[in-house]
């Protein structure tokens, strides 16, 4: 849109306040409320944000050790460039509108550490190679009847799940789906008042856990649909007096996780993962695409798992993946393959947690593809068991925050497509994370997550 059609587009929806909306690697959502007139004044670079939003923990804290090399040897501004393709109308507040943007530095240049970004550097690698993609996202969340003044008063010793099993744990129970299906509702209109599809959503494994099936979309859309109804759980449940949390494992057996698929086709929307003269139905494409994300797995589960608490997710039959498997149709596996029609064809990521960055966690999948695609890599054997309760072996996948670190720093294949300066700046980070956990009152021999980190998760991942 030009000017005077941006214009037209405000008048029509009453926009007089924009929200710009980024996100720094942690996925925390950054970003102002401008008056409209201020909005527009700043197109196309968008508004300055000190540094410190890209470089900061989920506490607040700056990674003041670790200058990457972007930035000032002091404080200084990036900025936040909306992209006009995501403005859409708010719908519950009739006078705003949101932006979705990328952090640049101040000539305009994507920031390295913009995960928005460099999703869409590797989105533009796999065009280059013919490749399209179509992706969607499985949201679990879990809802409490408190709200979120009320448990953090309580220390969160007070949790009452909205669900009808107060105890135990069920999957596609309609009791507990009623539970919560006044939440759901006034969070499935407000997405399709911003014009965000989807598919389903269901009772989980746990009391008050929820799944949320997203309608697929091309890989940014995706993710940018994903922060976005992150934010509308968050708002929701403060408006109803409750709360909502993303944060990966609340203790007893399941955690929540974000499960991806995506497929591949040419420009003519082509299945390029579906073979039909192929035994096993799948391209070689597919088996060389999926055989890069099996070798990276150890070194992606850094990325897909970003928080010390994701990791108390890893426990044997709790529907997490714990070891460097694949499989076709077996959810158990790490990766799961569908290759069973044209249109069906895909991949499916299991390890992703709840609070990871949707953007990196995109980027961090599509690199193993990349690397597998450029390298020829070969598929390891299926796995066609139950991948759960197996002897400790070299396939076991890193199971805490600073071993999973390790694996990423040690991941040759990552880092080609990802870059070296990223990639060591990641691993710097959950380093300092695990440092914190250890440091500031968290008890890692604890069974249950600690005090530490519901107040440093529990709302804000």
């Not at 926009?15 to 925390?28: K, M, Q, S, Y």
């Not at 070969?378 to 694996?407: C, F, H, N, Q, V």
């Not at 380093?431 to 069974?447: I, K, R, V, Y």
Request: charged share 20%; proline share 5%; glycine share 8%.
């Amino acid at each position: 849109m030009d000017l005077a059609e941006l214009n037209d587009w405000m008048d029509q929806h009453h926009i007089a306040v924009v929200r710009t909306h980024g996100t720094n690697l942690d996925g925390t959502g950054l970003g102002k409320h401008l008056k409209r007139d201020k909005f527009l004044s700043y197109l196309p670079n968008g508004h300055g944000m000190s540094d410190m939003a890209a470089t900061m923990d989920h506490s607040g804290a700056l990674h003041m050790t670790m200058w990457h090399h972007e930035r000032e040897p002091n404080l200084g501004d990036i900025y936040l460039r909306p992209d006009l393709n995501t403005l859409i109308w708010d719908g519950t507040d009739p006078d705003l509108g949101h932006c979705i943007g990328d952090l640049t530095r101040a000539d305009g240049q994507p920031l390295e550490l913009c995960p928005r970004s460099l999703l869409k550097q590797l989105v533009q690698q796999m065009k280059e190679s013919g490749y399209h993609a179509k992706c969607t996202f499985e949201l679990e969340f879990y809802l409490f009847q408190e709200s979120f003044q009320d448990l953090r008063a309580s220390k969160y010793r007070q949790l009452t799940p909205i669900s009808a099993m107060q105890k135990g744990s069920g999957i596609y129970n309609i009791r507990n789906a009623f539970q919560v299906k006044p939440f759901m509702k006034e969070l499935t209109k407000r997405m399709e008042w911003q014009g965000i599809q989807w598919e389903g959503w269901n009772d989980e494994a746990g009391p008050g856990q929820v799944e949320l099936n997203l309608s697929p979309l091309a890989p940014v859309q995706m993710a940018d649909t994903v922060v976005r109804v992150k934010q509308m759980v968050y708002e929701v449940a403060c408006d109803l007096g409750q709360a909502a949390t993303f944060m990966a494992n609340l203790g007893g057996t399941f955690g929540s996780g974000m499960h991806m698929h995506h497929s591949l086709s040419n420009e003519a929307g082509e299945s390029l993962f579906y073979d039909p003269n192929s035994q096993d139905k799948r391209s070689e494409l597919m088996k060389s695409w999926t055989a890069g994300i099996v070798d990276t797995l150890p070194g992606a589960v850094s990325f897909l798992c970003p928080t010390a608490n994701s990791y108390r997710r890893f426990k044997q039959f709790a529907a997490v993946p714990m070891t460097q498997t694949w499989g076709e149709d077996n959810k158990s596996t790490a990766v799961r393959l569908l290759s069973h029609s044209p249109s069906a064809s895909r991949i499916e990521h299991r390890l992703a947690a709840a609070d990871v960055n949707p953007y990196l966690a995109l980027a961090t999948v599509f690199a193993g593809g990349l690397a597998g695609v450029a390298e020829n890599r070969a598929l390891i054997p299926e796995y066609s068991g139950l991948a759960w309760g197996m002897p400790a072996s070299d396939r076991d996948l890193p199971t805490t925050i600073k071993a999973a670190a390790e694996a990423t720093k040690n991941d040759t294949l990552l880092k080609k497509i990802l870059g070296d300066s990223f990639v060591n700046y990641w691993v710097k980070t959950r380093e300092a994370e695990w440092l914190a956990f250890h440091t500031e009152g968290a008890d890692a021999a604890s069974p249950d997550p600690t005090l530490w980190e519901y107040q440093r998760y529990f709302e804000i991942v």
